[in-house]
């Protein structure tokens, strides 16, 4: 709403009567002027003593979160229904809304920071995490533009370059050289993003080539992302080629290398191969450095996901995970899932970023500006679908200095020996055995006698709130997914998981010779 200038109504109203737009203008706007009533917006201090409350509120919530079921006890619709059909017409207390926190949203939470998430994988979050997200909130800072807050882009440059000393990964991906990297909200952007400057690269950007022309390579184990960001494309669900998996449920390397042979003879264009660094599933690693050199033979863009497992890449002994990665197009891994930095953080990498920024690239006169037009900075506007952008880099600026490399590294090196504990236990035991390979922090398993009882485990074990699983299936058997990663996760957890796994299967096989 428009404030009267110097808070005189009656002068706003004359300047919209003299300028012609008295019938534009609402007349209770016309004759009130202003805009929120004065002492409605928060003041410094009252934001002082409500931040301390929240702050002291989270503190809490982190503190006592493993004593809440992880899985929402609720039904559907029932948060709803304890809330108000209609907005409140008049301003409430901040306590009172504090308050409705804990009595409807908490119960109605899925709790993904307590240590017994062992779901999809980890999201998980950190103190100085959340206060660089509260700074950036703060600071309300939109970094479309190296112009409109230079430290936002520049901090985000050099917290990438940091991520790739890191992860040790190849220089090519460096922003002082041809490409350069940039924080997406989630590696499914980062996906669509390295599709549209495949596309801008094999097309030429000059749309000779049909849509269903083009074709895009991945495994049925790649991430769902990979098909729907052919859906935006334009390109279609039918332009993904699924590639045959190994008996690890990785791709194959030669049935990659005659899928694209038979769409070249028959007239198709490759436009992008996805390899997976740590599936979804099972988190199987595709074999990179053979599916470089077979993409680059056929002049596909190469693009490697590995969004969880590539914060691996942190431990020297783990880097086999990016063999192969000197020869990837594009490439990215996410803070927010296992490196303590919360959602959303994205890293995203490209080793040539000009066919990225000429896809994305739209310039209107409004975002005109000497800066831009000089070519000495980098405008992230161009590296990603929306135009606006939040200054992400605060966070993973405040996790990489409170952690340190060491602390990073030790925060991995935990969670694998866990899993391959874990893995072990599962190994030695007379009803349980591996369903994958447990390269990581993902242990995939499922009880010996078939997918009904290992499907009656996993649903009893999140009915009781004490831990949270989530399921895939394997060359057709019903598997349990263990993901080990959580912020506060220790052995003690894991092995209490351990025991409601063998004690639940054990009910249940009661139950049925009964």
């Given at each position: 709403?428009?404030?009267?200038?110097?808070?005189?109504?009656?002068?706003?109203?004359?300047?919209?009567?003299?300028?012609?737009?008295?019938?534009?203008?609402?007349?209770?706007?016309?004759?009130?002027?202003?805009?929120?009533?004065?002492?409605?917006?928060?003041?410094?201090?009252?934001?002082?003593?409500?931040?301390?409350?929240?702050?002291?509120?989270?503190?809490?919530?982190?503190?006592?979160?493993?004593?809440?079921?992880?899985?929402?006890?609720?039904?559907?619709?029932?948060?709803?229904?304890?809330?108000?059909?209609?907005?409140?017409?008049?301003?409430?207390?901040?306590?009172?809304?504090?308050?409705?926190?804990?009595?409807?949203?908490?119960?109605?939470?899925?709790?993904?920071?307590?240590?017994?998430?062992?779901?999809?994988?980890?999201?998980?979050?950190?103190?100085?995490?959340?206060?660089?997200?509260?700074?950036?909130?703060?600071?309300?800072?939109?970094?479309?533009?190296?112009?409109?807050?230079?430290?936002?882009?520049?901090?985000?440059?050099?917290?990438?370059?940091?991520?790739?000393?890191?992860?040790?990964?190849?220089?090519?991906?460096?922003?002082?050289?041809?490409?350069?990297?940039?924080?997406?909200?989630?590696?499914?952007?980062?996906?669509?993003?390295?599709?549209?400057?495949?596309?801008?690269?094999?097309?030429?950007?000059?749309?000779?080539?049909?849509?269903?022309?083009?074709?895009?390579?991945?495994?049925?184990?790649?991430?769902?992302?990979?098909?729907?960001?052919?859906?935006?494309?334009?390109?279609?669900?039918?332009?993904?080629?699924?590639?045959?998996?190994?008996?690890?449920?990785?791709?194959?390397?030669?049935?990659?290398?005659?899928?694209?042979?038979?769409?070249?003879?028959?007239?198709?264009?490759?436009?992008?191969?996805?390899?997976?660094?740590?599936?979804?599933?099972?988190?199987?690693?595709?074999?990179?450095?053979?599916?470089?050199?077979?993409?680059?033979?056929?002049?596909?863009?190469?693009?490697?996901?590995?969004?969880?497992?590539?914060?691996?890449?942190?431990?020297?002994?783990?880097?086999?995970?990016?063999?192969?990665?000197?020869?990837?197009?594009?490439?990215?891994?996410?803070?927010?899932?296992?490196?303590?930095?919360?959602?959303?953080?994205?890293?995203?990498?490209?080793?040539?970023?000009?066919?990225?920024?000429?896809?994305?690239?739209?310039?209107?006169?409004?975002?005109?500006?000497?800066?831009?037009?000089?070519?000495?900075?980098?405008?992230?506007?161009?590296?990603?679908?929306?135009?606006?952008?939040?200054?992400?880099?605060?966070?993973?600026?405040?996790?990489?200095?409170?952690?340190?490399?060491?602390?990073?590294?030790?925060?991995?090196?935990?969670?694998?020996?866990?899993?391959?504990?874990l893995a072990d236990w599962v190994r030695a035991d007379r009803d349980w055995e591996l369903a994958a390979p447990a390269p990581l922090n993902l242990v995939c398993l499922r009880h010996r006698d078939g997918d009904g009882v290992t499907q009656q485990v996993l649903e009893r074990l999140n009915a009781s709130g004490a831990a949270y699983l989530t399921h895939t299936r394997l060359q057709g058997r019903y598997v349990l997914r263990v993901a080990i990663?959580?912020?506060?996760?220790?052995?003690?957890?894991?092995?209490?998981?351990?025991?409601?796994?063998?004690?639940?299967?054990?009910?249940?096989?009661?139950?049925?010779?009964?």
């Amino acid at each position: 709403m428009v404030a009267a200038p110097g808070g005189q109504g009656d002068n706003f109203a004359a300047a919209v009567r003299l300028r012609g737009f008295r019938r534009s203008v609402p007349a209770a706007i016309v004759k009130r002027g202003a805009g929120v009533p004065p002492g409605q917006h928060m003041t410094a201090e009252e934001f002082r003593r409500h931040g301390r409350d929240v702050v002291d509120w989270i503190a809490d919530y982190l503190e006592r979160v493993d004593d809440l079921p992880v899985l929402a006890q609720v039904e559907p619709g029932e948060v709803r229904a304890q809330l108000p059909v209609h907005p409140p017409e008049d301003a409430e207390p901040f306590d009172e809304i504090l308050a409705d926190v804990d009595r409807v949203i908490v119960p109605g939470l899925t709790h993904w920071q307590s240590p017994s998430f062992f779901a999809y994988f980890p999201a998980n979050t950190s103190g100085p995490s959340i206060l660089g997200e509260l700074l950036s909130a703060g600071l309300g800072v939109q970094g479309m533009l190296w112009a409109t807050s230079p430290a936002c882009t520049e901090l985000e440059t050099l917290v990438l370059d940091w991520m790739i000393e890191l992860l040790a990964l190849p220089d090519r991906f460096r922003s002082d050289g041809a490409g350069g990297g940039v924080l997406q909200d989630s590696a499914s952007s980062a996906t669509l993003c390295a599709l549209l400057a495949a596309r801008e690269r094999v097309t030429g950007g000059s749309g000779d080539l049909p849509a269903a022309q083009l074709v895009v390579y991945a495994t049925a184990e790649a991430h769902s992302s990979v098909e729907k960001a052919a859906r935006i494309a334009g390109l279609g669900s039918a332009a993904v080629h699924l590639i045959p998996v190994d008996d690890n449920h990785a791709m194959r390397p030669e049935a990659l290398d005659a899928a694209l042979a038979e769409d070249v003879g028959a007239g198709r264009t490759p436009c992008l191969v996805v390899a997976t660094v740590g599936t979804t599933g099972s988190n199987a690693v595709d074999p990179v450095a053979a599916i470089a050199e077979i993409t680059a033979r056929h002049g596909a863009w190469l693009h490697v996901d590995a969004a969880m497992s590539g914060i691996a890449a942190l431990c020297e002994e783990l880097r086999w995970l990016h063999d192969g990665l000197d020869r990837a197009d594009s490439y990215c891994v996410n803070p927010h899932k296992w490196m303590l930095t919360n959602f959303d953080c994205d890293c995203f990498y490209v080793a040539d970023r000009e066919p990225l920024v000429r896809a994305l690239s739209v310039l209107p006169e409004y975002l005109r500006n000497v800066a831009s037009d000089s070519g000495a900075v980098l405008d992230y506007r161009d590296w990603q679908v929306p135009l606006g952008r939040r200054f992400r880099a605060l966070k993973l600026w405040f996790v990489i200095r409170h952690y340190g490399g060491s602390g990073l590294r030790r925060h991995v090196r935990d969670h694998v020996a866990l899993a391959q504990e874990l893995a072990d236990w599962v190994r030695a035991d007379r009803d349980w055995e591996l369903a994958a390979p447990a390269p990581l922090n993902l242990v995939c398993l499922r009880h010996r006698d078939g997918d009904g009882v290992t499907q009656q485990v996993l649903e009893r074990l999140n009915a009781s709130g004490a831990a949270y699983l989530t399921h895939t299936r394997l060359q057709g058997r019903y598997v349990l997914r263990v993901a080990i990663g959580g912020a506060t996760t220790r052995r003690e957890h894991v092995q209490r998981l351990w025991h409601l796994l063998r004690d639940t299967a054990d009910a249940v096989s009661a139950e049925s010779d009964r």
